[in-house]
Nanobody, 117 residues
Framework: QVQLMESGGGLVQSGGSLNLSCAAS????????MGWYRQAPGRLREFIAI???????AYDDSVKGRFTISRDDAKNMASLQMNSLKPEDTAVYYC???????????WGQGTQVTVSS
């Protein structure tokens, strides 16, 4: 089992920045990639960014150039630095871990990010 705990959400003005953190615990040796997703009211959960165990990253076009994902395996953490935030970035942000054992995927409980215009 893997447990994920997000932190760092909050209220910020348009153009501001936030840094989200995800602390992993449990069977951390089974974790391959870690990522971030978000879900706005009335919308499906959508992919934001992912970082592999080797450090390769990928981003959704909507956040490319504004958000940066990173991971610190020594601290069992992943982070999402969000700059130039827009009101449309308002959502609950979820940490995701993909593992090499069943059930192959875990989710955190989410942290609210609200960007005011």
């Amino acid at each position: 089992q893997v447990q994920l705990m997000e932190s760092g959400g909050g209220l910020v003005q348009s153009g501001g920045s936030l840094n989200l953190s995800c602390a992993a615990s449990g069977s951390i040796d089974s974790i391959n990639a870690m990522g971030w997703y978000r879900q706005a009211p009335g919308r499906l959960r959508e992919f934001i960014a992912i970082v592999s165990s080797g450090g390769s990253t990928a981003y959704d076009d909507s956040v490319k150039g504004r958000f940066t994902i990173s991971r610190d395996d020594a601290k069992n953490m992943a982070s999402l630095q969000m700059n130039s935030l827009k009101p449309e970035d308002t959502a609950v942000y979820y940490c995701n871990a993909r593992t090499n054992r069943r059930p192959y995927e875990y989710w955190g409980q989410g942290t609210q990010v609200t960007v005011s215009s």
